[in-house]
């Protein structure tokens, strides 16, 4: 091995480390809940400039995303966390460059790997703000056009990553689903998982918003990292907005709201 050649694997293991702490460092520092965390919420026209969506998106304000900051206050009351409301949303800009498409789950593990650092380096060309990124997670929320029957690519939230890329629909009828999708994908920036099964099912008992209920059935909320309300053993409905969502104990586990149990 030449001299070139040791230096050029020192200086590459010194990135990976730096990078490997800062992310745990970053992500220590989210999931402290000492200081509302900034969500930043960048829109997009995820229909080649449509007009109707370019419209919605024009005309969308803070005050749409507000049920997402009272979910998480309501929701986070109960935890004695320091900071008394979890998060602050702030309306980013209107982003004109689109992030690159995310892999489906068969393409594997490399194209996923690839994505994510195709993404960040979008991310950090795209998402221009002025605030520290210690305490800041973006949301970059791809608007389309309500087409009946039509359905979204599915959103993604980065574990560790902090950013999240949410599909929605441009409709004043769909913005309280749309906060449902924001919420989900943010708790996943912060550690949270799926509590679904592949048929999309709520997974007993981490994925019912009361599991001890008796009758267990119909449930009358949906777990949040399921989006699903189960009405008997067999059938669901969707959850029409964060009113009838709730973050069950497993997942306050996750972000850090519980001590986890080891
Ligand atoms: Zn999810």
């Known amino acids: 091995m030449t001299l070139f050649k040791i230096i050029r694997i020192i200086i590459l293991l010194s990135v990976f480390v730096g990078l490997a702490f800062y992310a745990k460092n970053?992500?220590?520092?989210?999931?402290?809940?000492?200081?509302?965390?900034?969500?930043?919420?960048?829109?997009?026209?995820?229909?080649?400039?449509?007009?109707?969506?370019?419209?919605?998106?024009?005309?969308?304000?803070?005050?749409?995303?507000?049920?997402?900051?009272?979910?998480?206050?309501?929701?986070?009351?109960?935890?004695?966390?320091?900071?008394?409301?979890?998060?602050?949303?702030?309306?980013?800009?209107?982003?004109?460059?689109?992030?690159?498409?995310?892999?489906?789950?068969?393409?594997?593990?490399?194209?996923?790997?690839?994505?994510?650092?195709?993404?960040?380096?979008?991310?950090?060309?795209?998402?221009?703000?002025?605030?520290?990124?210690?305490?800041?997670?973006?949301?970059?929320?791809?608007?389309?056009?309500?087409?009946k029957g039509r359905s979204l690519q599915h959103s993604v939230g980065l574990d560790k990553g902090l950013a999240a890329v949410v599909h929605a629909f441009a409709s004043i009828d769909q913005d309280q689903q749309n906060n449902i999708v924001i919420a989900h994908e943010f708790l996943h920036t912060v550690g949270a998982t799926d509590k679904y099964a592949a048929d999309n099912s709520a997974l007993f008992p981490v994925g019912y918003a009361d599991p001890e209920q008796s009758p267990l059935y119909p449930q009358s909320k949906a777990e949040i990292m399921v989006g699903r309300i189960p009405l008997s053993e067999t059938t669901m409905r969707m959850a029409e907005s964060l009113d009838e969502c709730v973050i069950g104990q497993q997942t306050a586990k996750e972000i850090n709201w519980l001590p986890a149990d080891e």
Not at 102 to 122: D, M, N, V
């Open 26 to 147: 970053q992500k220590l520092k989210s999931r402290s809940w000492t200081e509302p965390l900034t969500v930043v919420i960048y829109r997009m026209n995820g229909d080649n400039n449509s007009r109707a969506v370019n419209e919605y998106i024009n005309e969308l304000d803070d005050s749409v995303f507000e049920p997402v900051e009272r979910f998480l206050q309501k929701q986070s009351e109960k935890y004695q966390l320091i900071a008394k409301q979890p998060i602050q949303i702030r309306m980013g800009p209107v982003l004109t460059v689109l992030p690159p498409e995310a892999p489906l789950a068969e393409q594997g593990y490399a194209a996923i790997i690839w994505w994510g650092l195709k993404f960040r380096y979008w991310a950090f060309k795209n998402a221009v703000d002025s605030e520290s990124n210690m305490r800041r997670i973006d949301v970059f929320v791809l608007y389309h056009e309500t087409v």
